[in-house]
């Protein structure tokens, strides 16, 4: 059974940086694609970004281009998102996904953008 853990969330003021890491388990993380997805308060999920199997495929949201970096380290079973220069639109729940709809997803960690 697919275990997805997210940590890493927090308040952080306008400007300012979080980097999320999201544990897997019960499945084969180094062949699987994976995904961050959002949710903020009253809005239904927001894909963010996609990262393949082995790191060569990589794609974002336009709403996070050039702000946010999805990695991972397949020998950690580790997935992460850095997120830079944050603005209070970015305030949602994070959870890592298995696809780009949140199919597997973890209870997700809080990230609040606020001064």
């Known amino acids: 059974q697919a275990v997805l853990v997210e940590s890493g969330g927090g308040l952080v003021p306008p400007g300012g940086s979080l980097r999320l890491s999201c544990a897997a388990s019960g499945f084969t993380f180094s062949t699987s694609s994976m995904s961050w997805v959002r949710q903020a308060p009253g809005q239904g999920l927001e894909w963010v970004a996609s990262i393949s199997a082995a790191s060569h495929g990589i794609l974002y949201a336009s709403s996070v281009k050039g702000r946010f970096v999805i990695s991972r380290d397949n020998a950690k079973n580790m997935l992460y998102l850095q997120m830079n220069n944050l603005q209070p639109n970015d305030t949602a729940v994070y959870h890592c996904?298995?696809?780009?709809?949140?199919?597997?997803r973890g209870q997700g960690t809080q990230v609040t953008v606020s001064a």
């Open positions: 996904a298995k696809d780009t709809k949140g199919s597997g």
